[in-house]
């Protein structure tokens, strides 16, 4: 089993400053890994006792030494029949998480990519990841572990055999991205876009680049910095310490961008990348001009680190959906775009575009989306006008929020006399006895939502088949 060099119970005491109880023989073994979760304790790893809103990890400190933990991290000495086993005790367990995996990413050899924006970091992870193991030995990010729990996590998961580490980094607050750069410590910082959410906290898109432009605070400052050349926002960024800046984009004034774009539908789409030294196609299987621009920020992190254009072209080409991240589902009846993961304004519409490209009836099932602040009416009331706008055939409405979405599809519709068919439900289980009736064999389905409307439970619905209407 890999072991995480030096990162023995002894240094990590250090780099937190926690009080040590351990055997003298175990002061100087390496622990094999680090986790919260007492069901993923493995032999010789590292427990964090962490105390949350529904369990206490403390609770299952003896469960761990028993299935062979070498030290637990907790606030409060274990029970009396393990005292005699090894424990840092510490004020806070979370705070000495960080200051752990701060410590441990100084002693890592990986070459460290870190990805914000308000739109895209999975999907553009996913990319960069699947370029980058054409020629390298990847780490990345999984599932949603990118906030200041998941990245000192994932952090933690780098070993000596990695030679980069992609990580994406979520923020809704001032100060979050400055302490997660300050862990991750990046080589290489890509952003994605400058968008609508998390506007409760942050305000405007000013704040959201502001609160963002915080990784740069710890990030290598001879390192390479990848912007979307075509968001305003972005476009205002200039030098950052003695970082190398590349923009991408379809603007040809960029140092990477597309031309010659053709979409393949709901397939995906193919272009023709161009960087400073070359041109070649590109076949990108994820659909949207959105997955265009992914792929464009993996070619300009591939080039940062010297990948060949074939090896860029076949990472592209070889990038999945994610559940919940416009994974285009073909069932025996219907199209699904499952992208219910999360939901903003920016990568709402960009989720009806791909809807709109569909050559059948186009569905719409769209919900709340979250932390928009006081302009969370005029937001939803904008994606129905633009749902109408691009043509789709119906509108599914859920939730109290997207009643405004549907308000507004309807007074469009009205507007440009077009036959397009609205419903609006309160609660989601009501929406979900009325499914069938709303749809046809052969619809287009797009599903999409803030995470918090689980509309997980509607694309699993859809993918049933025993809907009897045609």
């Not at 054409?134 to 952090?155: A, C, D, R």
């Not at 100060?175 to 609508?196: F, H, W």
């Given at each position: 089993m890999s072991t995480m060099q030096k990162m023995t119970p002894e240094?990590?005491?250090?780099?937190?400053?926690?009080?040590?109880?351990?055997?003298?023989?175990?002061?100087?073994?390496?622990?094999?890994?680090?986790?919260?979760?007492?069901?993923?304790?493995?032999?010789?790893?590292?427990?964090?006792?962490?105390?949350?809103?529904?369990?206490?990890g403390h609770n299952y400190i003896g469960q761990v030494y028993e299935k062979g933990a070498l030290l637990v991290v907790c606030e409060e000495a274990p029970k009396e029949k393990d005292t005699n086993k090894n424990y840092i005790l510490v004020e806070n367990s979370l705070t000495a998480l960080k200051q752990i995996a701060e410590y441990y990413r100084t002693c890592i050899q990986a070459t460290v990519i870190g990805i914000t924006g308000s739109v895209g970091k999975t999907t553009t992870k996913e990319f960069i990841a699947a370029v980058l193991s054409?020629?390298?030995?990847?780490?990345?990010?999984?599932?949603?572990?990118?906030?200041?729990?998941?990245?000192?996590?994932?952090?933690l998961r780098i070993r000596k055999e990695h030679e980069v580490a992609v990580l994406e980094m979520g923020i809704n607050?001032?100060?979050?991205?400055?302490?997660?750069?300050?862990?991750?410590?990046?080589?290489?910082?890509?952003?994605?876009?400058?968008?609508?959410c998390h506007l409760e906290f942050l305000e405007t898109r000013e704040g959201?680049?502001?609160?963002?432009?915080?990784?740069?605070?710890?990030?290598n400052p001879l390192g390479t910095i990848c912007l979307n050349g075509d968001d305003d926002c972005l476009a205002t960024v200039q030098d950052v310490n003695q970082c190398k800046m590349m923009r991408f984009g379809l603007e040809n004034k960029?140092?990477?961008?597309?031309?010659q774009i053709r979409q393949r539908g709901l397939l995906g789409s193919s272009a023709r990348i161009v960087t400073k030294e070359e041109t070649f196609e590109v076949s990108i299987p994820l659909s949207g001009t959105h997955m265009v621009y992914n792929a464009l920020a993996a070619t300009a992190v591939g080039k940062a680190l010297g990948l060949s254009h074939k090896e860029i072209a076949d990472g592209i080409a070889q990038v999945k959906a994610l559940g919940g991240r416009n994974n285009i589902i073909q069932t025996s009846k219907y199209i699904i775009i499952?992208?219910?993961?999360?939901?903003?304004?920016?990568s709402m519409k960009a989720a009806i575009d791909l809807l709109s490209i569909s050559d059948c009836r186009k569905v719409a099932i769209l919900g709340?989306?979250?932390?928009?602040?006081?302009?969370?009416?005029?937001?939803?009331r904008e994606i129905g006008y633009y749902l109408i706008q691009k043509e789709i055939d119906v509108a599914i409405c859920v939730g109290?929020?997207?009643?405004?979405?549907?308000?507004?599809?309807i007074e469009k519709a009205k507007e440009l006399k077009l036959a397009t068919k609205c419903y609006f439900y309160n609660e989601k289980e009501e929406m979900l006895l009325h499914l069938e009736e709303n749809l046809q064999t052969g619809d287009s389905i797009l599903v999409k939502a803030s995470h918090f409307m689980e509309f997980d439970k509607i694309v699993e619905k859809l993918e049933e088949t025993d809907f009897t209407n045609s």
């Open positions: 240094l990590i005491a250090k780099a937190c400053n926690g009080k040590l109880f351990c055997a003298v023989e175990d002061r100087h073994l390496e622990i094999t890994g680090a986790v919260i979760d007492s069901r993923k304790v493995e032999y010789h790893n590292l427990f964090f006792a962490v105390r949350g809103e529904k369990t206490d054409q020629k390298f030995y990847v780490l990345k990010t999984e599932g949603n572990f990118n906030n200041e729990i998941g990245l000192p996590l994932t952090v607050h001032f100060g979050e991205m400055r302490r997660l750069s300050k862990i991750a410590k990046p080589d290489i910082v890509v952003i994605t876009n400058i968008g609508q959201i680049l502001k609160a963002k432009s915080e990784i740069f605070e710890f990030m960029h140092q990477v961008y597309a031309e499952d992208d219910c993961y999360n939901a903003n304004p920016v709340d989306m979250g932390e928009l602040g006081e302009n969370v009416t005029a937001l939803h109290e929020y997207a009643h405004d979405i549907y308000k507004a599809a």
